[in-house]
Nanobody
Framework: QVQLVESGGGLVQPGESLRLSCATS????????MGWYRQAPGKTRELVAT???????NYADSVKGRFTISRDNAKNTVYLQMNSLKPEDTAVYYC??????????WGQGTQVTVSS
């Protein structure tokens, strides 16, 4: 059973930083594209960032220059460093593992709240 275990969410003020982590099993980490998505109340889930097994990254325009996705292959963990957080970044953040046509996996989600 593949599990994605997220951690690192919380409540911060605008302009502050948070780092999210997502740990998974080695059986998928080395071959899957890992990503972070988010879902704000009343909105659809949206892509935040992805990283391939080779380290190529992709970001939503709304987070470019503020968020950085990275992966530690030795720890089977993907990170999302979020700087200069804004109230509109408030959402539940989900870790995702994808490699079409293989099954896609999701984490349970972690809440990020940006508020003064």
């Amino acid at each position: 059973q593949v599990q994605l275990v997220e951690s690192g969410g919380g409540l911060v003020q605008p302009g502050e930083s948070l780092r999210l982590s997502c740990a998974t099993s080695g059986s998928i980490f080395s071959i899957y594209v890992m990503g972070w998505y988010r879902q704000a109340p009343g909105k659809t889930r949206e892509l935040v960032a992805t990283i391939t097994s080779g380290g190529s990254t992709n970001y939503a325009d709304s987070v470019k220059g503020r968020f950085t996705i990275s992966r530690d292959n030795a720890k089977n963990t993907v990170y999302l460093q979020m700087n200069s957080l804004k109230p509109e970044d408030t959402a539940v953040y989900y870790c995702n593992a994808r490699r079409i046509p293989l099954p896609t996996y999701w984490g349970q989600g972690t809440q990020v709240t940006v508020s003064s």
